[in-house]
């Protein structure tokens, strides 16, 4: 969990949230991704803060971590993501 700006007043439009959640949770996940011609082994992401909680006052998201490419073949090829996270399949 990764806490982002204190800003006053209504949520940020989506591309804003995006903007502080990449700022915040890239860094975490940077040791394990890789540049250059290969593919990314770590897509970072986050969950959205709902509107109601922004109210609230909740400024803080959890950052999530999916591999992909080749670091997804190397799992094996009987996962598959369910539900945001992965999950292997029966």
């Known amino acids: 969990m990764v806490a982002l700006p204190r800003l006053a007043g209504a949520p940020p439009s989506t591309e804003r949230f995006r903007e502080f959640a990449e700022a915040a949770c890239a860094p975490l996940f940077a040791p394990y991704r890789v540049g250059g011609d290969v593919d990314l082994t770590v897509r970072v992401g986050w ?19 999916r591999l992909v490419g080749q670091a997804w073949a190397a799992c094996g090829a009987d996962w598959s993501l369910g539900s945001g996270s992965a999950m292997p399949s029966s």
């Open 47 to 65: 969950y959205p803060i709902h509107p109601g909680s922004w109210a609230a006052g909740t400024r803080s998201t959890t950052c999530t971590a």
